[in-house]
């Protein structure tokens, strides 16, 4: 099965076109995930009467704020049962076996671990500029663009969800695929499947589109320590680097873990601290943010249902990591 997310935030034409898109054009086993964030044009009463009729396999989450793209998504992350996992925007129109095409391309191109489509409504490397223009390839790539990817369940387990850091949108997208590269996975553009892009639809003006991508663009600099660009040479980038990381994992109780998080910023030895949360545990994310003093600091969250042993977690946190050395504290 594959787990089809879609984040709606207003748009509710344009949703309806996804919805049905995907109803005419996929042929294997699959469920819609639909998390609003608070839209006010009628998507919420229309996900509520409908979703069910439109997609028997179906789940849906109405927030009460909009709490931007990665947050959302990671919400239908921990809903997600599907052995692969799609992100898919509302102002999209998927084509004839577009998910049959990804996901036989992810399986078949070496060590791939996110296929995205070409559409005319993106950025090179996806960007083609006539529908007539896919072919029967498969190309490596070192950028994809969120709007349609594609990857197994597993990787969640690998890398964690979202890097909810990058508020409202753009970015989020980027540095998932970061992290997977740097685990040795790679990014794959299957040209045989062409999808429609309605372009930064949901955003209210250009201004809050430009503003949000240069402060975006910052964090991910801040994080990594280069500037994502589109290059022809793949992983070629100087990453961040550090001496010493500290990796926490954090258990399922938010009091003692936030007791924790308290007693190591009034002691703090390390460059970075790498935590490993389990999703869902607002006050232990303010806490966090509110961490000073250090260089680098990331919050990786898993669902606690995709969790099957403590190593996991521990895999998860050495996969984030940029120390040259490192200590283990299970909270």
């Known amino acids: 099965m594959v787990s089809i997310i879609v984040l709606t935030y207003n748009q509710l034409e344009l949703t309806k076109q996804c919805f049905r898109t995907i109803k005419t054009n996929t042929d294997l086993d699959y469920e819609v995930i639909v998390v609003d964030n608070c839209s006010t044009d009628g998507t919420r009463d229309y996900i509520t009467a409908n979703l069910k009729g439109i997609f028997p396999q179906s789940k849906y989450l109405l927030n009460d704020t909009n709490k931007g793209f990665a947050a959302g998504v990671n919400q239908g992350i921990s809903l997600a049962s599907g052995e692969y996992i799609c992100f898919l925007n509302n102002d999209t129109e998927v084509t004839e076996n577009w998910l049959t095409h990804m996901i036989y391309a992810l399986n078949t191109y070496k060590d791939a671990m996110i296929v995205g489509p070409v559409s005319t409504g993106t950025f090179p490397p996806q960007y083609v500029d ?50 997977a590269i740097r685990i040795g996975g790679k990014l794959i553009v299957d040209c045989n499947t062409y999808i429609y892009h309605h372009c930064h639809k949901s955003w209210k003006s250009k201004l809050q589109l430009d503003y949000t991508t240069i402060v975006n663009q910052k964090q991910f600099e801040n994080k990594w320590g280069f500037q994502k660009k589109i290059e022809q040479e793949i992983g ?96």
């Open 130 to 179: 006539d529908i007539g223009k896919v072919s029967d390839s498969i190309k490596e790539v070192n950028i994809l663009y969120g709007f349609c990817i594609v990857f197994s369940r597993t990787l969640i387990l690998k890398i964690g969800m979202l890097d909810e850091r990058y508020k409202i949108g753009n970015f989020e997208d980027h540095d998932f695929h970061e992290r």
């Open 236 to 331: 070629t980038y100087q990453y961040y680097s550090c001496k010493n990381s500290l990796i926490v994992i954090l258990s399922n109780s938010v009091q003692k873990n936030c007791k924790y998080i308290k007693q190591l910023e009034s002691n703090m030895e390390f460059e970075e601290v790498v935590f490993v949360d389990r999703y869902e545990q607002q006050e232990v994310q303010e806490c966090i943010e509110n961490i000073t003093g250090l260089e680098r600091k990331i919050h990786v969250k898993v669902p606690d249902s995709y969790i099957e042993h403590e190593d996991m977690l521990k895999q998860i946190g050495l996969n984030n990591m940029f120390g040259e050395d490192y200590q283990m504290i299970v909270v």
